[in-house]
């Protein structure tokens, strides 16, 4: 027993250094492209989404004939908002398309950035230098992150646009009394939208989900609402606006869209369907929302240049702010092996928030310098980073799911999903090539339509969830 403890103590020295070594699997993958964004992420909605209806709230309506009050549903959702990389260099993220559009543009701007605050080529913190021009040659303790605005962030609104499909409507008639009308359709659509109501005609007609034609409205909407918000990135990224094909080929989703919607439909009262089936999402496709390129001068210097005001978990070494999982390791005496207790291996500390990281593992580093961007973009204070700071009034933190490079990759003795809250239990897969990229799922709350003046919320005691909850 106390040979088994001494070689115990001797793992536990050696555990961020040793841990998994001869399980960690290893890839060689270039790029991703705009298709298998998409797809990763509508093939992961079903795990990631985690519906609920959280309670009741309390509307009262006005009308010529007095004023009526009325209950609607609370309900709470995530929502894939943000596509967030981290790569070796600039020109280089995991994203090809992006690359090809920005890669030369965004090089040319940081390296002018670097040249301004130091006067020559050479990266502002750390020692590291570089033989030719600035970024071509980077220590593989750096790494860079870029966080965008999720290209499929608008798969949620193209399924919402309609609302939920009830079988009728409250309608109130010539006396002023309130009846229930059966709907034309299945969903009372027509009226809303004569693209949806034909889609919907069509499907009906041939006895469940048609083909991908009957989707065409989806991506029209996407196309004509990316096209008028973001024109010069859609229009560089060309004849690839073509995959949201991905969508409308995709049954399965469509599918899981028309089952929630009826399994909440049936919770309204009296066959009375909500605006909406999702929450407004508050974020824009494409957007850059954080580039450390240009966050070069705190990106690159480190402490105590960046993030003096979290000095107290910087210089605290029992500081809790950590990016880690909880592993069980192995010890192999003889033919013999022992499963170790359950402890924290810790990958790296959120703070300082800096592209370097000490770490044997790239894939590890990878993912505590993308769980540092993200905080950077979500801080909630006044701050000298230069990241343009997302909408959050109505959302908060919902999960994070591998994209690239391997789908369904999960830590070791954690739950398989697509999903986790705890980004490093993702996945430990390791790219030779230095990219990897995940979505960042904000969850919102919301009720699902707001017919007049809004008195107040009755939460329930536990929320009635219709998907499985994201696991840690």
């Known amino acids: 027993m106390r040979k088994i403890l001494s070689y115990y103590v001797i793992g536990m020295g050696l555990l961020n250094q040793s841990l998994y070594a001869e399980d960690m699997p290893t890839v060689k993958v270039n790029k991703m492209n705009i298709s298998q964004v998409f797809t990763e992420t509508i093939n992961s909605v079903p795990d990631c989404i985690e519906y609920c209806v959280d309670g009741i709230s309390l509307y009262a309506i006005i009308t010529p004939f007095g004023v009526d009050f009325e209950w609607v549903l609370n309900i709470s959702h995530n929502s894939p908002d943000f596509l967030v990389m981290s790569h070796d260099n600039i020109s ?58 999720h290209p499929a962030s608008l798969v949620l609104k193209m399924f919402n646009s309609g609302g939920v499909k009830p079988k009728g409507k409250m309608v109130r008639s010539s006396s002023g009394n309130k009846e229930f009308v059966p709907c034309k359709t299945n969903g009372c659509l027509e009226e809303e939208n004569s693209s949806l109501g034909n889609s919907i005609r069509q499907e009906n007609k041939l006895g469940g989900i048609s083909d991908a034609s009957t989707y065409d409205w989806l991506k029209h909407f996407y196309q004509g609402y990316a096209m008028n918000t973001t024109p010069t990135i859609v229009n560089g990224f060309g004849g690839n606006m073509n995959n949201m094909n991905e969508i409308a080929n995709n049954n399965n ?131 000298t980073r230069i990241r343009y700071q997302p909408d959050k009034s109505n959302n908060g933190f919902g999960g994070w799911g591998k994209v690239f490079p391997v789908s369904g990759d999960t830590t070791p003795g954690q739950k398989v999903s697509s999903c986790h809250k705890n980004i490093a239990n993702t996945g430990m897969t390791n790219n030779e090539t230095g990219g990897y990229s995940w979505t960042y799922w904000r969850r919102y709350n919301c009720d699902m339509r707001e017919p007049g003046v809004y008195i107040t919320t009755v939460k329930f005691p536990q929320p009635i969830c219709f998907t499985s909850k994201v696991p840690e």
């Open 92 to 149: 280089d993220t995991p994203w090809q398309e992006f690359d090809r559009v920005f890669g030369s543009s965004y090089t040319s701007i940081t390296e002018d950035i670097i040249k301004g605050i130091t006067g020559i080529n050479v990266e502002a913190g750390g020692g590291r230098g570089y033989y030719k021009k600035w970024g071509q040659h980077q220590s593989v303790s750096f790494k860079e992150s870029t966080i965008l605005g």
């Open 253 to 383: 989703l469509s599918h899981f869209m028309q089952k929630l919607g009826n399994a909440v439909s049936n919770m309204e009262h009296s066959g009375g369907a909500g605006n909406r089936l999702f929450c407004p999402i508050s974020v824009t496709p494409f957007m850059p929302y954080y580039l450390s390129g240009l966050d070069a001068l705190e990106w690159r210097s480190g402490y105590p240049t960046s993030d003096v005001r979290y000095s107290d978990e910087i210089l605290n070494p029992l500081s809790t702010k950590t990016i880690g999982t909880k592993v069980q390791d192995r010890l192999q005496l003889g033919n013999l092996q022992y499963n170790l207790p359950m402890i924290n291996e810790i990958w790296g500390k959120l703070y300082p928030r800096e592209g370097t990281l000490e770490h044997q593992w790239d894939s590890k580093r990878a993912t505590v310098i993308a769980a540092r961007a993200v905080d950077i973009m979500r801080e909630d204070t006044i701050s």
